[in-house]
């Protein structure tokens, strides 16, 4: 993959925190602000300009522009170009069973792992959530609808569910960001809630249910903004 400027890698990069290498550090912001929706769909990158925001050199920015296009975060176009996914219904409805398929999964097999502390953590950030949407700060509202999730499916034993419900939330955060900006303050029903107290009432299906409609429902405004970007023939741009 080669920069859209042609210049030569010659900046100078900040050291990477202890116990972590400069590309894998480039590659974990980028990863992060992909699945927190901080680029919009159709949004196109470049090496330099990615070097630039994150205060590196160019070759770390290539590599982690190289792995997320094969983990299917970002499109490498014919021109070399890299873009953020843009989506079809087909995809989106793909998309949004295997969420509910890997990550109803994910929460029945954490469940045993779960008690009354545990609860009281998911609460504390649903309060922290329900923050934000007061102060309509959408990005941190789906850092901590992430941490919500993440935090109960990674009770669950062994290793093979969370990358893949990772890769899941890669290819379909920019599209959730936008929902929460075109809900705003008429978000449906709090499931976190519900799950929370399935925790505490110790009811295993009560809480699959909970995760299930919380994916639906936060997925739910998305084919209107789906099929007016394909209409419009254009990318939806994000707010914020």
Request: glycine residues 6%; charged residues 30%.
């Amino acid at each position: 993959m080669q920069s859209d400027d042609g210049d030569e890698d010659t900046g100078h990069d900040e050291p990477a925190p202890k116990g972590t290498t400069l590309q894998e550090r480039v590659y974990a912001e980028l990863r992060e602000a992909i699945m927190l929706g901080r680029f919009r769909p159709g949004e196109a990158m470049t090496i330099r300009g990615l070097a630039d925001s994150l205060g590196t050199s160019m070759m770390p920015a290539r590599e982690a522009l190289r792995r997320l296009v094969a983990e299917r975060a970002l499109d490498l176009l014919p021109n070399r170009r890299v873009t953020v996914p843009t989506m079809t219904g087909e995809m989106f409805e793909e998309l949004t069973e295997a969420r509910v398929a890997l990550e109803v999964l994910a929460a029945r097999r954490a469940f045993p792992a779960t008690d009354p502390a545990f609860a009281d953590r998911l609460e504390a950030i649903d309060l922290e959530q329900d923050a934000a949407i007061e102060a309509r700060d959408w990005a941190l509202y789906q850092e901590r609808n992430r941490a919500f999730h993440f935090e109960l499916y990674e009770r669950a034993p062994g290793r093979v569910l969370m990358p893949m419900i990772e890769s899941l939330w890669l290819q379909i955060g920019p599209f959730l960001y936008l929902t929460r900006e075109s809900l705003g303050r008429t978000y449906m029903e709090d499931r976190h809630k519900e799950a929370v107290a399935a925790i505490r009432s110790r009811d295993e299906d009560a809480l699959a249910l909970a995760i299930e409609q919380d994916i639906r429902d936060g997925m739910g405004g998305l084919p209107a903004l789906i099929a007016d970007q394909n209409a419009e023939g254009k990318s939806v741009e994000a707010v914020g």
